[in-house]
Structures are given as C-alpha cells and as structure tokens.
C-alpha cells in the first residue's frame, strides 16, 4: 500500500518522508515524488521474534510517497500534481504550523481543491456519457445506468461536500473505480509543528470537521536523530522532547489506512504481513503468493495473542485455540496463519 505524504510547498513534507524512512530528499524528483520504505511498529511482532527466533525476521512495510507540493501562487500547476497523488490509497496532509498558516485553513483548503479536482473527473465523463446515451449504440442502457449512477456523486461535489463518507452502491463503486478519487481515500492530518510543545486544542478543532489529527516537532526530531547518540539525550531535554514521535506517527498513519496485520510464523522465517479489514483468508493467501490462493486448501489459524500468552503451538492446540478455516473466512488482526495448498 502506498501512503501519499501531500499538501502544499513549504509544510515540510520531505522532512517527514526522511524522519520516517530514513531517505534523504532527492532535489531531481521534486516534481515526480519520491517514494520510500517505513517499517510498521508492531510490539506483538517484536515479541512473537522474541519467542520464536526464527532465522529471518520480515516486519511488516509501507510505502510512503513524497508527493509534489501544491503551488499557494499558481493552481494551473496543481491538476498535474493531484493526478500524481491519485495513485495513493491514503493521505497524509502535513500542514507546518511554523510558517504561520492556520492548520483548519489549510485543511480546509486543501480539501476544497481535492473537490474541485473530483468534480472535474466526475463532470468529464458525465458530459461525454450524456453524448453517447442518444446514439443508437448496443451498451447504450449500461451508459445510461451509469451516467445516472454518477449524477448524484457530482450534486454531492458541487456542495463542497467529499465522497469519504458516502455509501456507494455496487453500480457508483464500478463507476468511479477506475477515477481513484481523492475525496474518497483515508486520510490523516499531520501538524508539523516547530517546538514540541503543542496546542491540543486545535487537533480537537480538526476532529471536530471529521479530519484525524496529529501533532509532531517533526524537524526537531530529525535534528535528534542525525546527532551522535551519547549527545542526543541531552539535546531531547533541551528541546522538551520527551518521547519520540517517530513511531507514533508511523502508528497513526497505519491506523488510517483501515489495515489490519497477520502473521506467518516459522522456524525459517517470522513475517508480519498488511491485509485490508474484512479480507479473507484467500486473500491472505493471495498476498503471501498467487500460487497459495490458485491451490487453497486451508488456512490453519491461531491468534498471535494465545500463542505469546501459552508460549507454544502445541499449548494453544491443547487449549483448544487452534482453528482450520475455509477460504471465505474473514482474518482477524493479529491472526497467525498456515496455508495449506496444493498446486
């Protein structure tokens, strides 16, 4: 899954694509995005290791793309760069409270924009439908199924309101599937902040408008981390940093993303693996190999919980914990699972 790192120039977008990937902005894709590897924290994952001391050790990733800033100055050049960000199935706006913009402003703004961006892909092809359902053509009643399938999507845009929250029927969900609109993706509200004290009660305003909020000194803490390690203890006290946020920001963004983890665990290699909530277990077949999924035969599953709690396989079978399910089953977070296939 790749997570969009988006909003306008000057927010410091790069600074928090390099604290949370530990890749340093590439000034020749300023205009392309960058994209970069994040390590999930997982404590279950770390003591499942802990336990199993398997050979190799595979946590769970998420790509992060550092996407081209919004002009504030110039809007022509923006419709290029959301149509970069489309291809992101969550987003992350970072809004720099150092540069003196209000953060509700600047959500709001940019939530504005991600409209207008929608409405325009919604409106393109209702007038071109509107054309072709008076010819005499032989997909002429699925053109209009369609078109009236997306009239209501464009009445809710031209409102000011997003598609985050509507509950799209099978037909408007087929109809804008390949569109991957903005408005309808998860998206998390990240304050850069310049010191590391904070006012809480403007992330409890940005909640209040239905936007997820979180607060870092996002700079701050990359400065600790390029320090040698014997003087960062030091420069965190004087800074006021009390924990780092490294984590919790990887956390948020995780949770935003609407995924859940599973496991597969063995003497050889100990893996933590992304699914989308309310998959299947055929899905989590799919997603460790095709060939899994093409020859399912069974998954055999247990939670990761029981086995850090009973310390064995064998204890959570004696216990009765251990269950074998078809491939319909729906993986719960946390799910320690054997596919058992035959190609």
Sequence with gaps: MKVGLVGYQGGGKSTVFELLTGVPPDPSKA???????????????????????????????IELFDTPGLSREDSSVNAQRLAIIRECAALVQVIGTFAGWDPLEEAKRFEEDLILADLQVVSNRIERLKKDVVKARPDRDDLAAELEALQPLAETLEQGETLRDWQFTEQQDQAVRSFALLTRKKQLVLINTAESQFDSSVLAELQSHGLRAVAAPVGLELELLQLPEDERAEFAAEMGLTEPCRERLLRAIFEVT????????????????????????????????????????????MSADDLLRLGSEREVKAAGLHHVEGKDYVVQDGDEILIRFNV
């Excluded at 999930?40 to 595979?58: G, N, Y």
């Excluded at 799919?286 to 998954?299: E, P, S, V």
């Design 258 to 301: 609407d995924q859940i983890t599973f496991y597969t665990c063995t003497e050889k290699e100990a893996r933590a693996w992304l699914l989308k909530r309310g998959a299947t277990a055929l899905d989590a077949a799919a997603a460790i190999h095709t060939d899994l999924a093409r020859g399912f035969i069974r998954a055999e599953v």
């Design 31 to 61: 205009y392309t995005g960058q994209v970069g590897v994040a390590v999930v924290p997982d404590e279950r994952f770390d003591r499942l290791v802990e336990l199993l001391r398997p050979r190799k050790v595979t946590p769970a990733k």
